[in-house]
């Protein structure tokens, strides 16, 4: 509450993907825990990954709710239950999707209308909130989900266009102008920085958007990446206020075990089995919640599991299908296959647990047993990483997840890489195989001679949690931007009434 006894009321608008919802939803708890009030806008079947964890906070008194859409998907002929990205099979699904998410924007305007918010914080890929906000003549606020760096190297890629001086895709050049020697390859770029895209012109909205928004929310802390946090702010000129680790503010058991969605291993027996194992000795190995690998690479992760000897949990993702397997029925119903026998001989010698869908990776990254992180590099994979203290293996697909890989490997140094080199698009391309001997390699290197990466890892874990503590970096970031908001609204009503 304010002076004159207003709270600050602020709506959320999450993408209806895990890595984006998420982090947004922990956004609106980090605001309603400093007494915002925060309603966050999706759709019944997304509110239902966090309904429970949303209900604990309304228990302990904090002004939070939900308030529901619902998706066009008739409309754009898809099933009832396909609602977030992680849901969609193929390519097709994930562009119809897409379309129903663009037909919610009249739903929420109409929202946004009666509830008047003093501000919106709205994920960068919904940029019509942009103008709705400047209709309303209150502040947007931007959140992408990445990180400092990956900006930082994106800027400087589209603004000197290093890789069109380049002969091949494999040759490696330097990004110019980073405080860090940063090393790419063309291959590793995203398709939209090398020539036309079906999403160029969404792109571009984006980039509008975020122009004509008060700011952006990043989830990262200060102390992980100084150099690109002033570069971001002093070199780009972007207007940000770090909040995260947004993981962190996940501080009960079963706010960790629930986070996201329900999972699917009970979380006594993934405690109970991490517990028999000694500490760093066990290999986590999750690739988020989109990426889909081939049977070959699957074969070869699991060959490289096993011949690596390490204890390890796996968490296997949906195959990537081939058209061949299409046409067999019995394929059409294996989403989460592994080699014949393979899950059945891990259990038996007590080397693996594998898991099916989705776990509760903070708190198995938390757990003392964790060794090592085998990622995708999806920021908030590394960063749930860092604030667990715990040395990464790199394996970047698509997105901006090979700018990440960087950060890891070439400027923080806390992994190593399994030397993928090609960007795929989403994760319906299958990608160049990465042999067993090279993943073999990558988890030596971490699990037997990490030492160094792992006290780096600890050290900046360590920061992590003083960042979101009481006068930590990012709960100051926080704190300056709720008192922001609230003169920002005094002023509003101020030049209201003397326009009056
Ligand atoms: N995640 C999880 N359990 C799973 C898979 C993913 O909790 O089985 C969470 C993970 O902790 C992270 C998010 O999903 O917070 C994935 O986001 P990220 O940015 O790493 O990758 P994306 O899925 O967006 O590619």
């Given at each position: 509450m304010d002076s004159k006894g207003h709270q600050l009321d602020v709506v959320f608008i999450p993408y209806m993907a895990p890595g984006h919802m998420m982090p947004m939803v922990e956004i609106s708890r980090l605001f309603s825990s400093h007494g915002v009030k925060a309603t966050i806008i999706t759709t019944s079947i997304n509110a239902s990954r966090f309904k429970n964890i949303i209900d604990g906070d309304v228990k302990l008194g904090r002004p939070i709710s939900i308030l529901t859409i619902s998706l066009p998907l008739m409309e754009v002929g898809l099933p009832e239950g396909c609602q977030n990205l992680a849901s969609a099979p193929d390519p097709e699904t994930t562009i119809k999707l897409f379309h129903a998410i663009e037909m919610v924007q009249p739903q929420i305007e109409n929202l946004l209308t009666d509830l008047k918010p003093d501000c919106i914080v709205s994920d960068?890929?919904?940029?019509w909130t942009a103008y709705i906000a400047l209709q309303l003549s209150i502040p947007r606020l931007a959140f992408s989900g990445s990180c400092f760096f990956s900006d930082c190297v994106s800027y400087c890629i589209q603004q000197?266009?290093?890789?069109?001086?380049?002969?091949?895709?494999n040759e490696e050049f330097i990004v110019p102008n980073l405080p860090d020697q940063v090393v790419l390859t063309?291959?590793?770029?995203?398709?939209l920085v090398k020539g036309k895209t079906d999403f160029d012109e969404l792109f571009e909205r984006l980039r509008e958007a975020e122009k004509r928004s008060y700011g952006v929310l990043i989830?990262?802390?200060?102390?992980?990446e100084p150099a690109y946090a002033d570069y971001s702010r002093l070199q780009m000129g972007k207007r940000s206020w770090h909040i995260g680790p947004?993981?962190?503010?996940?501080?009960e058991m079963d706010d960790k075990a629930e986070r996201g969605d329900?999972?699917?291993?009970?979380t006594h027996t993934c405690l109970s089995w991490l517990d028999s194992k000694e500490p760093n000795s066990v290999l986590y190995i999750c690739f988020g919640s989109l990426t889909r690998f081939t049977k070959r690479q699957l074969t070869e992760i699991a060959t490289s599991l096993k011949e690596s000897a390490n204890p390890f949990i796996w968490v296997v993702g949906k195959v990537l299908k081939s058209s061949e397997d299409e046409s067999r029925e019995e394929d059409r119903e294996e989403e989460w296959w592994l080699p014949r026998g393979f899950e059945e001989q891990m259990k038996g010698s007590g080397q693996g647990l594998i898991i099916r869908g989705w776990a509760p990776q903070v708190l198995i990254l938390e757990h003392p047993a964790i060794g090592g992180f085998m990622t995708h590099c999806g920021w908030n994979s590394i960063l749930e990483g860092v604030s667990a203290g715990v040395p990464l293996i790199t394996w970047p697909i698509f997105a901006e997840q090979f700018y990440n890989e960087k950060i890891v490997t070439q400027v923080l140094k806390l992994g190593v890489g399994v030397g993928n080199k090609v960007w795929k698009v989403w994760a319906t391309e299958e990608s160049p195989l990465i042999e067993k001997e090279r993943i073999k390699k990558a988890i030596s290197t971490v699990m037997d001679d990490g030492e160094e990466m792992r006290k780096k890892a600890k050290k900046l874990s360590e920061l992590a949690k003083k960042a979101v503590e009481e006068g930590g970096s990012s709960h100051k970031d926080m704190k300056a931007l709720i008192e922001e908001l609230r003169l920002y609204r005094e002023k509003s009503i101020v030049q209201y009434n003397t326009q009056k």
């Open positions: 960068v890929l919904h940029p000197y266009a290093p890789h069109k001086e380049i002969q091949l895709e063309r291959s590793q770029l995203p398709d989830n990262s802390f200060y102390e992980l947004l993981s962190l503010f996940n501080r329900k999972s699917s291993i009970h």
